[in-house]
Structure formats: structure tokens, C-alpha cells
T-cell receptor, first 115, second 112 residues
Framework: DAGVIQSPRHEVTEMGQEVTLRCKPI?????LFWYRQTMMRGLELLIY????????DSGMPEDRFSAKMPNASFSTLKIQPSEPRDSAVYFC?????????????FGDGTRLSIL | KQEVTQIPAALSVPEGENLVLNCSFT??????LQWFRQDPGKGLTSLLL?????REQTSGRLNASLDKSSGRSTLYIAASQPGDSATYLC???????????FGKGTKLTVNP
């Protein structure tokens, strides 16, 4: 399997611009997660989906952030408008059925820099 | 609120040494605990997952233990190699949620 695929790998944009991060989970996985990693705060969960439905979005920083999962093979995380403090590495992860205690599989991340 | 702590933040050892990485958590009501490895510029790779009912898991030179009562987990690496150099993170889930709560990791350097 190709693993979790994220795009773009790097994004540099100016403050105020809209940013869209993309994720393709592993085929057959029914959970999808978006995380953010910074030096100060480490890795934090932003939101996760089960069967394309958002379950917990309590980690989404504010209304400027939104996430969608229109189908089982694609998800987006959008920031509008972007701010310098949004600069971080954003990871997408997927997993299969909690009851089986399967680990989460991570993509290589998107390194986002807001100037 | 669950807090996960990993000490030390960085560790440097000579090749061949056996070592232990530590992870502590404040709330013992966990569902499972995972150890991950992160290489620079890369995502996380799951190493071991311990269910709350288990005491330890082993994979090759790695052994992870879990003591819920004391709020501790350890990752033991036997006969360390330079290729083991990476940041190691522990993370856990709690009942009713898939949310992983992460420690900030221990950056391991194994010197040839």
C-alpha cells in the first residue's frame, strides 16, 4: 500500500492567503486524523473523522480552520485567512477500526510557512 | 486533563548500549499507548502498541512496558545502532475517543 499521502509537502504563502492541505488515507481505513506539530506545543490533534463524519473538532484553533472529508479517500484542511502563527507541520493519519487496536499511520506531513 | 511527559528531551549514547526511554502520564484511565519514531522531515512510524490490559509488547530489539498504576511506560532498545537515531514519541488514547495525546518526545542520538 502507498501509505497516507499528503500534498503539498511544502507551502510558503503570505499572511491573509487561503491555504488548502490535502490528504489521501490508506484504502480501507475508516478513521482520518489531522494533527499539527510545533516546537512549542508538540503534536496536537486538530480534528478526526470516522466514516467521513467529523467526530471531534475540539482541537481546531478557531473559525479560520475548517476540514472536510467528502469521501473515504480524500480530506482537506483549509486555513482562511492564514496568519504567521499557523506556521507548523501538519500531519494527516489514518487507521482502521478501533476495536482491533490498530495503530495510526501517518503521512510525511505538509510544512507550512506563513510570511 | 491528560498530560504526557517524556524525560529526557534528548539523549546521546554510544553504539551498542542498551537504553530506556521514559514516558509518564497523569491519568491512568487509558485505552492504549503507542510508541512512535519520527525521523527528520518525516512522519511518525508506529513501533509498538500496548493495550491497557497488557503489560508489555516486543518487536525485535524493542520492548515497551506499561504500568498504569504508576502512570509510566518505558521503551527499551537493546544493542543500539546509529540507525536508531530519531525522535521517539509516546502517545495514548482514552476511553471513548480515538484522540492520541502525545508527549513531546525524546531525541535519541546513537554515536558510532
Amino acid at each position: 500500500d502507498a501509505g497516507v499521502i499528503q500534498s503539498p509537502r511544502h507551502e510558503v504563502t503570505e499572511m491573509g492567503q487561503e491555504v488548502t492541505l490535502r490528504c489521501k488515507p490508506i484504502s480501507g481505513h475508516d478513521y482520518l486524523f489531522w494533527y499539527r506539530q510545533t516546537m512549542m506545543r508538540g503534536l496536537e490533534l486538530l480534528i478526526y473523522f470516522n466514516n467521513n463524519v467529523p467526530i471531534d473538532d475540539s482541537g481546531m484553533p478557531e473559525d479560520r480552520f475548517s476540514a472536510k472529508m467528502p469521501n473515504a479517500s480524500f480530506s482537506t484542511l483549509k486555513i482562511q485567512p492564514s496568519e504567521p502563527r499557523d506556521s507548523a507541520v501538519y500531519f494527516c493519519a489514518s487507521s482502521f477500526r478501533r476495536i482491533l487496536n490498530q495503530p495510526q499511520h501517518f503521512g510525511d506531513g505538509t510544512r507550512l510557512s506563513i510570511l | 486533563k491528560q498530560e504526557v511527559t517524556q524525560i529526557p528531551a534528548a539523549l546521546s549514547v554510544p553504539e551498542g548500549e542498551n537504553l530506556v526511554l521514559n514516558c509518564s502520564f497523569t491519568d491512568s484511565a487509558i485505552y492504549n499507548l503507542q510508541w512512535f519514531r519520527q525521523d527528520p522531515g518525516k512522519g511518525l512510524t508506529s513501533l509498538l502498541l500496548i493495550q491497557s490490559s497488557q503489560r508489555e509488547q516486543t518487536s525485535g530489539r524493542l520492548n515497551a512496558s506499561l504500568d498504569k498504576s504508576s502512570g509510566r511506560s518505558t521503551l527499551y532498545i537493546a544493542a543500539s545502532q546509529p540507525g536508531d537515531s530519531a525522535t521517539y514519541l509516546c502517545a495514548l488514547t482514552q476511553g471513548g475517543s480515538e484522540k492520541l495525546v502525545f508527549g513531546k518526545g525524546t531525541k535519541l542520538t546513537v554515536n558510532p
